[in-house]
């Protein structure tokens, strides 16, 4: 209800008091038109009051019990509160409240009528009038001189105004303190007592307004200015020190100081005007005093960074511990143990969807690694860029190769020790547990070094907690399944659930990721995944591409396809590297070392034991076998007799002895063989070179 001053009339006849509603308000709180006051209303009560009643009114009308009693004023038709209908479905009446609001809403706006007034003629009058006195205050300098002549200003304003201010005599003060402290005018008090007293020195006495207006302290040598430098020097070191020593310890080193060399010991207030609460003196001294702790940053400068375009520009990597209670577990000599888990999580930067993670005990370069081949099987691609910390692990001589293999296949790695290098994985943390963990029945709270209210559940819930736990036998598969859970409820989780910033973004982490665009990511396939994660042993090959490795005193048998028959002439008999997957031993790879890197030779199947014992036998298998060592010895005997066939040319020179079979490998691999041309010196130059070059030649001579 937008009340204004003109919108109630207070009418009193006969000791009874009635209040009048102007026909602005009702119209706007009712909701009725004019044409509705005016046809309905007004005529319809005018018709219910009787004619000697009507012939006596004047601008009020008679009261007569219906409904829509009028006035019309000077300032237009007004309603009596008391006549306004309140039946359904309007209940025009209950919009308006109880009388005693209203009239207390009314008498506000009278008064922010009357202050606003106030106000205005304060403003303009103190813009005509302030620069009457500024001749007065020559001896200052320009900022004091305006502030003095304004203060006399008010001085002036307000013997103008009090003789005619309706109201007590301490009205026009209250009304005029709260504009001065507004606008914050100087040399003048904004209490209305001490404003008044001021003016009462002028009535009483003969001073003049210039005359009791000055600067504050002018002559006064009472408050001698303590600026001794060494002091100030010794206040500003110790601020300074890394040790970050108390306002109060400061004060007490150096009060011994003075003491021991006799200077004048400056007071306890002198340090706090002078330094410590001085801005220049936080900005000089913060971030030697806090040094790389959070509370330094603030005076540090920072540079504004775009948030990654697209999805795979940038894979963030980092370790931290599940924030769930403890669980019972063997140590390494079998005793029961409470441990708690850790993650270590592969986070997209521009999605912010967790695409690997690993739990463990100990972040070290295993887990580091799991993670990542996770991320990587999840995404089907390599990022541009991984961005980790100096994990225990990462430099290992294992991590060292996988860093050099994802660089090799286009992977820029970037090792930080810096927290706000991976920012957005060290806040995900905190998102997670606040979000996903908070609903965990197993949740104990965040860090200790965190002051939020919510940060910890109570210690009598988690002595409950632990208690239950225990007796239900909460282990490895339980904290682990229950973890696991969590992180994938929070790539299925909408942003707009729970994100302010994100109210409107209504798809999850994983959905981002999917439908964004990967520009800049180099896809991958089994075998380069196999190379840069899967565990490595080294074989030697025999027996016509045959190998075996062996896992847990477990022996898998694998062969090499005879489509692969370079790789097995090359390494028969040597040594290669198998790398395997535990969780698919039917196909492994083999690599060649190159340095650091692997170099790719072939896929290798697993071959099954054959059952030839018992009435499950498989000898049809065998003959599967002997048919890839039969076409194997066949490249084998057909490779030697290409070798061996250039050895053959005298058989063409034994007429009836001639063996046909090696005459004609002799004559096949002869007129197989291609002898390239040579260029002789010159063949690539014209007749017009050689008349450039004269022409160059006789230029240059002559």
């Not at 005793?335 to 521009?350: Q, Y």
């Not at 860029?385 to 692990?393: A, I, L, N, Q, Y």
């Not at 547990?433 to 910890?456: C, D, F, N, P, W």
Request: hydrophobic fraction near 35%; charged fraction near 30%.
């Amino acid at each position: 209800m937008n009340l204004q001053p003109t919108d109630l009339l207070i009418r009193k006849t006969d000791g009874t008091e009635t209040i009048w509603l102007s026909q602005r308000l009702v119209m706007e709180v009712c909701g009725v038109d004019d044409d509705y006051l005016r046809s309905k209303a007004r005529d319809r009560y005018k018709k219910s009051v009787r004619s000697c009643d009507l012939a006596k009114a004047k601008e009020f009308m008679p009261d007569s019990g219906k409904a829509w009693r009028w006035a019309k004023t000077n300032s237009g038709f007004y309603y009596c509160l008391d006549n306004i209908p309140d039946r359904a479905p309007k209940y025009y009446r209950s919009l308006f409240g109880d009388v005693e609001t209203l009239r207390e809403l009314w008498e506000q706006s009278q008064k922010q009528k009357v202050a606003t007034e106030l106000e205005v003629r304060f403003k303009r009058y103190l813009n005509a009038e302030f620069r009457n006195y500024l001749e007065h205050y020559n001896d200052t300098d320009e900022v004091q001189r305006v502030g003095l002549a304004k203060a006399c200003t008010v001085l002036g304003f307000i013997l103008e105004e009090k003789d005619n201010y309706l109201g007590t005599k301490m009205k026009l003060y209250r009304d005029l303190s709260p504009i001065l402290k507004d606008m914050n005018l100087q040399y003048i008090p904004h209490n209305p007592i001490r404003l008044k007293e001021k003016v009462d020195i002028l009535e009483t006495t003969d001073h003049a307004i210039v005359e009791i207006i000055k600067l504050p302290r002018v002559g006064n040598t009472n408050a001698e200015v303590y600026n001794d430098p060494v002091v100030f020097g010794w206040a500003m070191q110790l601020r300074a020190n890394g040790a970050n020593f108390t306002d109060k310890h400061i004060i007490r080193q150096i009060w011994e100081a003075c003491e021991r060399t006799g200077r004048r010991k400056p007071s306890d207030r002198w340090f706090g005007q002078k330094i410590f609460e001085q801005a220049e003196t936080h900005f000089l001294t913060a971030q030697k005093r806090f040094g790389s702790s959070k509370k330094a940053n603030i005076h540090k400068s920072y540079i504004p960074f775009a948030d990654a375009f697209y999805a795979g520009d940038c894979w963030e990597v980092d370790a931290t511990r599940v924030n769930i209670i403890a669980h019972q577990a063997k140590d390494n000599e079998g005793k029961n143990v409470e441990k708690h888990l850790m993650v270590v999580a592969v986070r997209d930067v521009m999605s912010g969807d967790v695409l690997g993670y690993d739990f463990t005990y100990a972040e070290d370069h295993s887990s580091f690694a799991r993670a990542m081949k996770m991320a990587v099987q999840t995404a089907g691609y390599l990022p541009y860029e991984v961005v980790t910390d100096r994990f225990p692990g990462h430099n290992t001589d294992q991590i060292k190769r996988l860093f050099e293999r994802l660089e090799a296949l286009g992977t820029v790695i970037t090792v930080s020790h810096e927290a706000k290098r991976k920012a957005g994985i060290e806040r995900w943390f905190g998102t997670f547990q606040s979000v996903m963990l908070m609903g965990s029945k197993y949740y104990y709270g965040e860090g200790i070094t965190s002051t939020r209210l919510t940060a910890h559940r109570s210690p009598e819930y988690l002595a409950k907690i632990r208690k239950e736990s225990k007796k239900a036998g909460f282990n490895l598969v339980e904290a682990y399944t229950e973890a696991e859970t969590l992180i994938e409820q929070w790539r299925e989780l909408r942003y707009s659930y729970y994100s302010r910033k994100h109210a409107k973004l209504d798809k999850t982490p994983k959905q981002l990721h999917q439908e964004s665009e990967k520009p800049n990511v180099t896809l991958v396939n089994r075998q380069q995944v196999s190379m840069l994660f899967d565990l490595k042993k080294e074989v030697t090959v025999r027996n016509n591409g045959q190998f075996h490795i062996e896992i847990q005193s477990v022996k898998f048998y694998y062969q090499i396809s005879a489509e692969d028959y370079e790789v097995i002439a090359k390494t028969h008999n040597k040594k290669v590297i198998v790398s395997y997957d535990l969780d698919n031993l039917n196909e492994v790879y083999l690599w060649r070392e190159h340095g650091n890197l692997l170099a790719s030779l072939c896929p290798a199947e697993q071959v099954e034991k054959i059952v030839k014992y018992g009435p499950n036998k498989e000898l049809g298998r065998i003959s599967e076998l002997k048919a890839r060592e039969r076409q194997i010895e066949a490249m084998k005997a057909q490779a030697l007799e290409d070798k061996t066939a250039m050895a053959n040319e005298e058989t063409l020179l034994m007429g009836l002895h001639t063996d046909k079979k090696e005459a004609n490998a002799f004559e096949d691999l002869y007129l197989n063989v291609s002898i390239p041309i040579k260029k002789v010196s010159g063949s690539d130059l014209t007749a017009e070179d050689f008349d450039q070059t004269l022409i160059n030649d006789l230029r240059n001579n002559y």
